[in-house]
T-cell receptor, first 113, second 112 residues
Framework: DQQVKQNSPSLSVQEGRISILNCDYT??????FLWYKKYPAEGPTFLIS?????DKNEDGRFTVFLNKSAKHLSLHIVPSQPGDSAVYFC????????????FGQGTRLTINP | NAGVTQTPKFQVLKTGQSMTLQCAQD?????MSWYRQDPGMGLRLIHY???????DQGEVPNGYNVSRSTTEDFPLRLLSAAPSQTSVYFC???????????FGPGTRLTVL
């Protein structure tokens, strides 16, 4: 029972264009959603988050949108840069007291010059 | 700050062997956790701890033990390794009121 799903295993985008990564969830009790970025042979690093009471959060080139009625969130990267090539994981916080995170399967983003 | 450190980076075990994966953090974080990453599965929570002396099970705890005797260290023990435990293991830590978790570089474990 996958509570957080990233249905696109991979995405290829031209440098300078917009990258849009998608994530769907099933548990309406999630209170925070996060995006992590992972390079090969490294641990995931935190990128951006959004509270379930918000519908948008922006940090530089990165914007996360949350559509609670559709149980869907997306990460927009504008403009995309070669250094953005990585695996991106969507995650949701399941239990405020314990900071338990539920992760999606990940999407491999490749930025082409 | 070294952040979150994990040892070893790589390990090969035979079925039935036991071992301990080490995790340490120097940020005085209350919360620590262990995840495993498998292809097509994302990261799955194995065990977590909200403070020294307190641990609890995550999504996939079977075959693993943890203890938290200090704030800094959170070792993960494999009691009797099985091929299904072949995976990349990540340790993470955070302040108890922060949603941002800091991850270690991972341990790649192969069980033959």
């Amino acid at each position: 029972d996958q509570q957080v799903k990233q249905n696109s295993p991979s995405l290829s985008v031209q440098e300078g264009r917009i990258s849009i990564l998608n994530c769907d969830y099933t548990n309406s009790m999630f209170d925070y959603f996060l995006w992590y970025k992972k390079y090969p042979a490294e641990g995931p690093t935190f990128l951006i988050s959004i509270s379930s009471i918000k519908d948008k959060n922006e940090d530089g080139r990165f914007t996360v949108f949350l559509n609670k009625s559709a149980k869907h969130l997306s990460l927009h990267i504008v403009p995309s840069q070669p250094g953005d090539s990585a695996v991106y994981f969507c995650a949701a916080r399941a239990n405020q007291g314990a900071q338990k995170l539920v992760f999606g399967q990940g999407t491999r983003l490749t930025i082409n010059p | 700050n070294a952040g979150v450190t994990q040892t070893p980076k790589f390990q090969v075990l035979k079925t039935g062997q036991s071992m301990t994966l080490q995790c340490a953090q120097d940020m005085n974080h209350e919360y620590m956790s262990w995840y495993r990453q498998d292809p097509g599965m994302g990261l799955r929570l194995i065990h977590y701890s909200v403070g020294a002396g307190i641990t609890d099970q995550g999504e996939v705890p079977n075959g693993y033990n943890v203890s938290r005797s200090t704030t800094e260290d959170f070792p993960l023990r494999l009691l009797s390794a099985a091929p299904s435990q072949t995976s990349v293991y990540f340790c993470a830590s955070s302040y108890s009121r922060s949603i941002e978790q800091f991850f270690g570089p991972g341990t790649r474990l192969t069980v033959l």
